[in-house]
């Protein structure tokens, strides 16, 4: 009984640009906040972290810092993600009888240094072992695609920083590929376009919003929406409305990428294994799989059938979670580092 309780604070984390979710061992997803930390820049102090520091974005004042540790899927700031990271396990865990062990969620083409990096905020973190998992494999087996087996598949993780695209054969990612376009480079397209466009200055706040609320990859019914900013012209508050086309407009180029960056994977894999991925189709996950059309337009540029998971944000935490509860089963496809 007492060892079930040890082994219930080893945990998987999805540490994203965007979201970092954590999956406690026996309990499941226990924890998804924003990857943000807001940090008194005079004495160093944490002073919130999560959903708390990402309200203060663009609200600070100027001692107060509010900032994203992750860039492009990767640690651009080591200190403040361990910090980050170390907040979530004590809020998900506050009492520790042991160490626990951790699996980190990496990109696919991560370099050494990054996956270190990674490894390294776990241990800083409190992690007694730490494993890394590439995402697009997580994604997979979150979603029981049979990645051990022959049969290969195709994932395509969007997230906020990265898209990350897996092919995947006998436990192990045979292709793949990863840019650094995604969620936000969407969110920055629609604020370059409303100021050229329609001459306000809007935050990533409100882009990401309209994303969400009318935003779309592929011809739909035209909705409306009513934004509030600052005129390029006079600086003063104004507001303008804008519909779901010209958002979609506004998306396009960074939507065509990703397209393209799939396009891209598929011709370099085997005839067998493109036979596999036709077959079964692909499988889109991610944050920016909630993006109205996506799918309609994938199958119409790719000719493939194109499957969006049912829960696209906790694909790649569930499928590292599968990896802590079913060790020996999927030992070949997590990397261990020193115990410390």
């Known amino acids: 009984m007492f060892s079930m309780i040890l082994g219930s604070q080893d945990m998987a984390i999805d540490l994203g640009t965007a979201n970092t979710l954590v ?7 226990v924890l998804g906040e924003p990857s943000v930390v807001a940090i008194d820049s005079r004495s ?17 004042p100027a001692q107060i810092t509010a900032i994203r540790p992750l ?6 700031d080591f200190d403040t993600t361990a910090r980050m990271i170390r907040y ?19 990109p696919s083409e991560s370099s050494t240094v990054e996956r270190r990096a990674a490894e390294d905020a776990a241990f800083k973190a409190g992690a007694r072992r730490a494993y890394v998992i590439e995402e697009s494999m997580a994604a997979a087996i979150g979603e029981d695609l049979p990645v051990s087996e022959a049969k290969g598949s195709m994932v395509v993780d969007i997230g906020g920083g990265t898209t990350e695209i897996g092919v995947l054969s006998l ?41 969400i609320a009318i935003g779309s990859a592929w011809p739909r019914e035209n909705r409306m929406a009513e934004i509030q900013g600052h005129s390029v012209h006079t600086g003063q508050p104004d507001k303008v409305v804008v519909s779901t086309s010209e958002i979609r407009e506004a998306i396009k180029q960074p939507v065509d990428e990703i397209v393209d960056a799939v396009k ?17 189709g692909i499988l889109v996950t991610g944050g920016g799989a909630l993006l109205a059309g996506l799918k309609e337009l994938l199958e119409k540029e790719i000719r493939i059938k194109v499957r ?23 030992r070949n496809v997590l990397s261990i580092t020193s115990s410390v």
């Not at 972290?49 to 663009?58: D, L, N, P, R």
């Not at 860039?71 to 651009?76: E, H, K, L, P, T």
């Not at 998900?92 to 699996?103: G, K, M, N, S």
């Open 23 to 29: 999956y406690l061992r026996g309990k499941g997803v």
């Open 44 to 60: 160093g102090e944490l002073l919130a972290v999560g959903a708390e520091a990402k309200h203060m974005i663009g609200r600070t």
């Open 71 to 76: 860039r492009d899927g990767v640690i651009a």
């Open 88 to 106: 979530f396990v004590k809020k998900v865990q506050p009492r520790w009888f042991y160490r626990p062990e951790i699996v980190i969620c990496v």
């Open 171 to 211: 436990g192990g990612v045979v292709a793949g590929r990863s840019i650094r376009t995604a969620g936000y480079a969407m969110d920055q397209s629609i604020i370059e376009w409303i100021q050229y466009e329609k001459g306000l200055r809007i935050g990533t706040r409100t882009a990401e919003d309209l994303k």
């Open 264 to 280: 891209k994977t598929l011709t370099v894999v085997n005839p067998d294994i493109a036979s596999d991925i036709i077959g079964q």
């Open 308 to 330: 969006v998971s049912a829960n696209p944000l906790l694909s790649v935490v569930l499928g590292a979670g599968k990896c802590l509860e079913e060790r020996q089963s999927f």
